[in-house]
């Protein structure tokens, strides 16, 4: 590619520094703030809005009883103004990602600062009676973790006070073989509702031969499970209900209940459609390709070669695939088979910022003594890779006065193409994707 992006290889082993540290957070500050705690455990934070910084700054460091908490850093920007006219509001920041997860911090505004506080500060008291229960989101949990929302219950024990209590673990009806599947639900004093559902539950271990009978429980479910699961759902069915204001769409796939957005003319998409199928993803529509993603269905220009080819119609994916290979090739010789995988809206490399969409082929093919044509090999990688062996700048890095001109190619991500680096002037440059077409947006 033309536009070369340079970078020491110091400043690429920095790198991964730095993105395995950035990854904990999906909102990296550029301009943190090291957080002073007092002695009161309570801990004060800059208002974003304020512009006496400075005298800010001294009351901070000059403390005998602040310490600077290196872990405890935030960023401003992802608190509102504290001033006189939200004397008293709360706020949050969620700490983490949404791959594994977030831990949630209360702040307070009080005199024009904002001070960590304990989460029960969510919890309003107008109107709320003595033992009234509330329930405070603390944390929510990633795609990695398989958890959801985390709270902490607190009860109301007057004179504005909220103690930190137990949560409820069920509903007070009863749950029984007669009302097996009879839903229930806890509503708390801040509004958010904890749904339930009676069940058989029997535990077994991993070989399922020893079992556990608990008998019939209530046990913690999702709004989808609370509304849709009835015990005798089967494939396909689908359930709709109206949360907060707005419609909700299920799917009922392989036991679950799979949420989904309607669009009038293109019909249903997943929300969460990671493990949906590849081609199930696409569609077309009076001769335009659409792509769903997250729910929504999104107008497309790169379009998998498969699903366009009249060719395919009829051939298993392995037979398409090779249709194109060369008739005619010497032994060593590469090509690329028709299958395309293609991304949309990703940047690719570290070293450069753009956003693309883009397809590749999924396979790439050697021709072999044998006469016959077979998927590349990580092994038949290797043996191209002229450094992989003699490794003459050592081991820390490939790019030196040695290799002045050498091009490596590194196929690491099966979700996106191949990259091609090249050795200039002693820096490791991105020097071309493996792609078969792109976009840049």
């Given at each position: 590619?033309?536009?070369?992006?340079?970078?020491?290889?110091?400043?690429?082993?920095?790198?991964i520094?730095?993105?395995?540290?950035?990854?904990?957070?999906?909102?990296?500050?550029?301009?943190?703030?090291?957080?002073?705690?007092?002695?009161?455990?309570?801990?004060?934070?800059?208002?974003p809005?304020?512009?006496?910084?400075?005298?800010?700054?001294?009351s901070?460091?000059s403390?005998?009883?602040?310490?600077?908490?290196?872990?405890?850093?935030v960023?401003l920007?992802?608190?509102?103004?504290c001033?006189?006219h939200?004397?008293?509001?709360?706020?949050?920041?969620?700490?983490g990602?949404?791959?594994?997860?977030f831990?949630?911090?209360?702040?307070?505004?009080?005199?024009?600062?904002w001070?960590?506080?304990?989460?029960?500060?969510?919890?309003?008291?107008?109107?709320?009676?003595?033992?009234?229960?509330?329930?405070?989101?603390?944390?929510?949990?990633?795609?990695?973790?398989?958890?959801?929302?985390?709270?902490r219950?607190?009860?109301?024990v007057?004179?504005?006070?909220?103690?930190?209590s137990?949560?409820?673990?069920?509903p007070?009806?009863?749950?029984n073989?007669?009302?097996e599947?009879s839903?229930?639900?806890?509503?708390?004093s801040?509004g958010?509702?904890?749904?339930?559902q009676?069940?058989?539950?029997?535990?077994?271990?991993?070989?399922?031969d020893?079992?556990?009978?608990?008998?019939f429980?209530?046990?913690?479910v999702?709004?989808?499970?609370y509304?849709?699961?009835?015990?005798?759902?089967?494939?396909g069915?689908?359930?709709?209900?109206?949360?907060?204001?707005?419609m909700?769409?299920?799917?009922?796939?392989?036991?679950?209940?799979?949420?989904?957005?309607i669009?009038?003319?293109l019909g249903?998409?997943?929300?969460?459609n990671?493990?949906?199928p590849?081609?199930?993803?696409?569609?077309?529509?009076e001769?335009?390709?659409?792509?769903?993603?997250?729910?929504?269905?999104?107008?497309?220009k790169?379009?998998p070669?498969?699903?366009?080819?009249?060719?395919k119609?009829?051939l298993?994916?392995e037979?398409y695939?090779?249709?194109?290979l060369?008739?005619?090739?010497?032994?060593?010789?590469?090509?690329?088979g028709?299958?395309?995988?293609?991304?949309?809206?990703?940047?690719?490399?570290?070293?450069?910022?753009?956003v693309?969409?883009?397809?590749?082929?999924?396979?790439?093919?050697?021709?072999?003594?044998?006469?016959?044509?077979?998927?590349?090999?990580?092994?038949?990688?290797?043996?191209?890779?002229?450094y992989?062996?003699?490794?003459?700048?050592g081991?820390?890095?490939w790019?030196?006065a040695?290799?002045?001109g050498?091009?490596?190619?590194?196929?690491?991500d099966?979700?996106?193409p191949?990259?091609t680096?090249?050795?200039?002037s002693?820096?490791?440059?991105?020097?071309?994707?493996?792609?078969?077409?792109f976009?840049?947006?």
């Amino acid at each position: 590619m033309s536009n070369r992006n340079h970078a020491s290889v110091l400043a690429m082993l920095a790198s991964i520094s730095i993105l395995s540290f950035t990854a904990c957070s999906d909102d990296a500050g550029s301009n943190p703030m090291l957080v002073a705690t007092e002695s009161s455990s309570s801990e004060v934070v800059s208002n974003p809005g304020s512009s006496n910084n400075e005298a800010l700054s001294s009351s901070l460091f000059s403390s005998s009883s602040a310490v600077l908490s290196a872990s405890k850093i935030v960023e401003l920007a992802q608190l509102s103004t504290c001033d006189a006219h939200n004397e008293g509001a709360v706020d949050s920041i969620w700490d983490g990602n949404a791959k594994y997860g977030f831990k949630i911090d209360y702040y307070k505004c009080k005199n024009g600062h904002w001070y960590e506080a304990e989460p029960a500060v969510a919890c309003d008291t107008a109107g709320v009676s003595v033992g009234s229960l509330c329930n405070v989101h603390s944390a929510q949990g990633g795609f990695f973790t398989h958890s959801g929302r985390g709270g902490r219950c607190y009860e109301y024990v007057g004179t504005g006070t909220w103690n930190e209590s137990e949560c409820l673990k069920a509903p007070a009806k009863e749950c029984n073989a007669e009302n097996e599947w009879s839903t229930g639900k806890i509503t708390y004093s801040n509004g958010y509702t904890d749904f339930f559902q009676c069940e058989h539950v029997v535990y077994s271990d991993i070989g399922g031969d020893l079992q556990e009978d608990k008998g019939f429980l209530w046990q913690s479910v999702n709004e989808a499970n609370y509304n849709c699961r009835t015990g005798k759902n089967v494939e396909g069915d689908t359930c709709s209900f109206e949360s907060q204001g707005e419609m909700q769409y299920y799917l009922f796939e392989r036991g679950y209940w799979e949420q989904f957005n309607i669009d009038p003319k293109l019909g249903m998409c997943r929300i969460y459609n990671d493990d949906v199928p590849y081609e199930q993803h696409f569609k077309e529509f009076e001769g335009e390709y659409y792509y769903c993603d997250d729910g929504k269905w999104n107008p497309i220009k790169l379009v998998p070669r498969q699903y366009t080819d009249p060719r395919k119609k009829g051939l298993t994916d392995e037979e398409y695939d090779v249709l194109d290979l060369p008739k005619e090739a010497k032994v060593g010789d590469r090509a690329n088979g028709l299958l395309e995988y293609c991304g949309y809206g990703k940047t690719l490399d570290y070293f450069d910022s753009n956003v693309y969409d883009y397809c590749y082929s999924t396979n790439r093919y050697r021709y072999r003594e044998d006469g016959s044509w077979t998927k590349e090999t990580d092994e038949d990688l290797e043996k191209d890779d002229v450094y992989f062996d003699s490794k003459p700048c050592g081991d820390d890095t490939w790019c030196c006065a040695k290799t002045e001109g050498m091009k490596r190619s590194f196929f690491e991500d099966y979700l996106e193409p191949g990259k091609t680096y090249q050795c200039v002037s002693g820096e490791i440059v991105l020097d071309e994707y493996l792609w078969n077409r792109f976009e840049k947006k």
